[in-house]
């Protein structure tokens, strides 16, 4: 049994950052195969109007807390999950791992100029790591066929896909059933950051949970959708009161 805490009805997994770095290893090695959906409350928010897309999240084998908003939320129905663990943070974490025994990586996502980048980039950073398939993330529906036989025919042991949410998670959904082994998981805006080209909060901001304020102030077309963080606090709320 999984231990999870139920937050608006998406069940969190309740897991430390490295504990889960760890468990994902043990699945890659035992070739086995993950979905992972990294969520903050936009996404909770999105899956509670879009059915399909809950229905997508819901297939997920992990669905964990990438935002401070969820663990303060759980923390507030008296079930407390150990902490955030975001989809950068456990992206590096196993592409360190990865690096360290030799693994293959997949990665979809991403504009052109990104996505050469960030193949430089893990090239010279961790040299231990095989990349079995790169491409950007701007595709046809007729493309995707022929991604995800790639990825399948390469035998990725982990596959990111940085297309933003609910794009990623709806092809991971789509296409899961093709793959019988391989660790999957939507990664939004990571490539942008870890090829160089996109600054992640200063390490200020994220240590006094402030992150998802510094990416509005920095990008203010996003405000639209912080917007989510107070219908979220206001859901959650109702569903104390009625409880
Ligand atoms: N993106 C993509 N294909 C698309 C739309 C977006 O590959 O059709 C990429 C975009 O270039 C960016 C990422 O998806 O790298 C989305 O980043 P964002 O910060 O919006 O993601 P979030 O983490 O907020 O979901």
């Not at 430390?16 to 994902?24: K, M, P, R």
């Not at 293959?104 to 990349?131: M, Q, R, T």
């Not at 789509?174 to 391989?182: A, M, N, S, V, Y």
Request: charged share 25%; with cysteine; hydrophobic share 45%.
């Amino acid at each position: 049994m999984k231990r999870t805490v139920e937050i608006l009805g998406i069940p969190f997994y309740n897991v430390s950052q490295n504990a889960f770095v760890d468990e994902l290893i043990d699945a890659a090695v035992n070739k086995e195969r993950r979905f992972i959906v990294t969520a903050n409350p936009e996404i909770v928010m999105h899956a509670q109007q879009d059915l399909e897309f809950n229905r997508a999240i819901q297939q997920a084998d992990y669905i964990v807390a990438d935002g401070i908003g969820v663990v303060k939320a759980a923390k507030s129905i008296g079930k407390p999950l150990k902490g955030r663990v975001t989809g950068y943070d456990t992206m590096l974490g196993l592409l360190e791992k990865a690096n360290e025994m030799k693994m293959s990586v997949y990665f979809v996502g991403a504009k052109p100029n990104i996505i050469d980048k960030l193949i430089e980039h893990v090239k010279c950073e961790y040299k231990g790591i095989e990349i079995v398939g790169a491409r950007d993330g701007y595709f046809t529906a007729s493309d995707s066929e022929a991604i995800a036989e790639d990825i399948l025919v390469n035998q990725a042991d982990f596959v990111f896909l940085a297309l933003g949410f609910p794009r990623q998670e709806r092809w991971i959904s789509t296409h899961l059933d093709k793959f019988d082994r391989g660790i999957f998981m939507g990664v939004g805006g990571s490539f942008d950051v870890l090829s160089g080209c996109t600054k992640r909060a200063p390490d200020f901001w994220v240590r006094f949970n402030l992150e998802w304020l510094y990416r509005i102030l920095s990008q203010p077309s996003r405000w639209k959708r912080a917007l989510a963080i107070p219908r979220f606090m206001l859901a959650m709320k109702k569903q104390r009161r009625h409880g």
